[in-house]
């Protein structure tokens, strides 16, 4: 007997053996969000970047490793490589099946796990409730990346079981849904001379984790490295935005985690930030977002160097005593007002202000002497088509907006418009994507979906991206079709017009085929034929 209904105020899941209920869901969701940027140089699975790494280089580095370390403390390492790993697919996991049953979501983990190369998984025995906090999980491994890389290191059987990362991450994975530390142990491996590989997993408790998990009670709880605090609510549901200082400011996504790892280091000392990018990338917000977590007791004046007189910043910094003196665009500054700049740095006084200076280059048009005073610490934002992973993020905190701006329903975009708001070069940024989504909220009618139209108008098509195909090939994800031209062949028309077909065969023929060559998706086959999937889908039925 299972219950798992995500409205169940006890939400629990119980099956072993040969249950249906074990068996798990399509992942073509978590295929959907895995992408290919050839252009930059880069693989995403949702916001975060992934890499694609030879199973000769995991040969090289657990060998590195084990010499340099021993066997100990290099299985620890790679344990806790794998935790991370879990954990942040866990997170991932959260998002992108908020709505689904919690044995879905769980099993999101085991089908990431597939999905980037490591293992194949099926379930033998899954029982949680979350609740309680009561897990217990044993499953199946097959052709475990680990076990291979043993095997290709010509080591012959093992002595004890060799999958280090991927128990690390099965625990990463399941502490997270679980919000409760959970740790798995290999029962039996392949590279030992079983079958296949076979872990089992239950609740840590109140006991001392084993010498590989020894990070579990070295690190800070909360972060990706240690297990998640039990809470309150379900561990399985998203949580909710915290307001400590550790969070980073709403305008940081995946692409600026270094940026703002940077900024915050420096953020409570006193010294002058400079921070450089294009127009657009979002500096003023990460300014305020230093002032914010500096503790300074005194407000946040911010102004525009370019035309600034020197009387208008003699009262911005008695204004900003206490606090911070944002200037912004510093390279737009004028001669004379560099030259006030650096009579006002060398008068610092107990209540000065702290000095935040935004570029839009490197600054070279300021004199040397000031560029290095209020460049102290220097920081580079990237611009967004540096991080197109933070555009889907960005993309819904826009819709949001403009949904409690204009007293709407919250808009949805259509699949073909984020192809092509992930393919745009941006070089307004930040801003450009706001303004975007902000026309396209008001000319969208509620109840439809944003589409190309309403963003970029009918005319602008984005580049390439490739995806994953039904037989997990790379193809160019398919766009929309062209429109048949009027100077199209006659001789196409004319061979339709010789045989002797109706126009309801061959419809169904078009999309027969369209749906084969899509390998049974829907979506893809609509696509290729200028379709939505609701109108496929009625006329597929039809025939």
């Given at each position: 007997m299972s219950t798992d209904d995500p409205a169940a105020s006890s939400p629990s899941f119980v099956a072993a053996g040969d249950d249906?209920?074990?068996?798990?869901?399509d992942s073509a969701d978590l295929l959907k969000a895995l992408r290919f940027w050839p252009r930059d140089g880069k693989i995403t699975l949702g916001d975060e970047r992934m890499v694609l790494v030879h199973l000769g280089a995991l040969v090289a580095l657990r060998g590195e490793l084990v010499a340099a370390l021993g066997v100990d403390r290099a299985r620890a390492v790679l344990t806790h490589m794998g935790y991370v790993s879990g954990h942040r697919?866990?997170?991932?996991?959260?998002?992108?099946?908020?709505?689904?049953?919690?044995?879905?979501?769980f099993a999101a983990g085991p089908q990431l796990h597939a999905l980037e190369g490591m293992v194949s998984v099926t379930p033998l025995e899954v029982q949680f409730d979350l609740e309680s906090g009561r897990f217990r999980g044993e499953f199946a491994w097959r052709n475990s990346a680990e076990v291979e890389a043993h095997l290709a290191d010509g080591k012959g059987h093992a002595a004890e079981p060799v999958c280090w990362m991927m128990v690390g991450y099965a625990s990463g994975y399941t502490s997270l849904f679980m919000g409760r530390p959970v740790i798995f142990r290999e029962l039996a491996c392949r590279a030992c001379g079983a079958r296949h590989c076979?872990?089992?997993?239950?609740p840590l408790g109140d006991a001392v984790p084993p010498p590989e998990f020894a990070f579990l009670t070295r690190t800070r709880p909360g972060t990706p490295h240690s297990p998640v605090p039990a809470a309150a609510t379900h561990p399985a549901e998203p949580a909710a935005a915290s307001s400590s200082d550790d969070d980073e400011p709403d305008v940081v996504g995946t692409g600026l985690r270094p940026t703002w790892s940077l900024l915050a280091r420096v953020a409570a000392t006193s010294l002058p930030v400079l921070l450089v990018g294009e127009p657009g990338v979002g500096k003023r917000h990460l300014a305020r977002?230093?002032?914010?977590?500096?503790?300074r007791d005194g407000p946040l004046i911010a102004l525009r160097a370019g035309g600034l007189r020197p009387d208008e910043l003699a009262a911005a910094i008695d204004r900003a005593a206490r606090g911070s003196l944002l200037l912004a665009d510093i390279d737009d500054a004028s001669p004379d007002l560099q030259a006030r700049l650096l009579h006002a740095l060398d008068q610092p006084g107990p209540?000065?202000?702290?000095?935040?200076?935004?570029?839009?280059?490197?600054?070279a048009r300021l004199r040397p002497e000031l560029r290095h005073r209020l460049g102290v610490f220097p920081v580079h934002v990237p611009p967004l088509r540096e991080r197109r992973e933070d555009i889907v993020p960005l993309l819904h905190r826009c819709l949001h907006a403009q949904a409690a701006a204009l007293a709407r329903p919250l808009a949805r975009v259509s699949e073909r418009a984020i192809r092509d708001l992930l393919d745009h070069d941006y070089p307004g940024n930040v801003s450009e994507l706001w303004a975007l989504i902000a026309r396209a909220a008001v000319l969208v009618d509620p109840g439809e979906c944003i589409e190309r139209g309403h963003l970029f108008g009918e005319h602008e098509r984005g580049g390439t991206r490739l995806a994953l195909d039904h037989?997990?090939?790379?193809?160019?994800?398919?766009?929309?079709?062209?429109?048949?031209?009027?100077?199209a062949p006659d001789e196409l028309v004319d061979a339709l017009l010789d045989h002797p077909l109706a126009?309801?065969?061959?419809?169904?023929?078009?999309?027969?085929?369209?749906?084969?060559?899509?390998?049974?998706?829907?979506?893809?086959?609509?696509?290729?034929l200028g379709l939505t999937r609701p109108q496929l889908a009625y006329r597929h039925r039809k025939g």
């Open positions: 249906d209920a074990l068996r798990l869901p697919d866990g997170e991932h996991a959260r998002k992108i099946r908020s709505a689904a049953s919690y044995f879905e979501r076979r872990i089992f997993g239950a977002a230093v002032h914010a977590r500096s503790r209540h000065a202000p702290r000095w935040l200076t935004t570029a839009r280059g490197d600054a037989r997990g090939a790379l193809q160019p994800e398919p766009g929309e079709p062209e429109a048949l031209p009027e100077s126009l309801d065969s061959l419809e169904q023929a078009l999309i027969r085929r369209a749906v084969e060559r899509a390998g049974g998706n829907l979506s893809a086959a609509a696509r290729m």
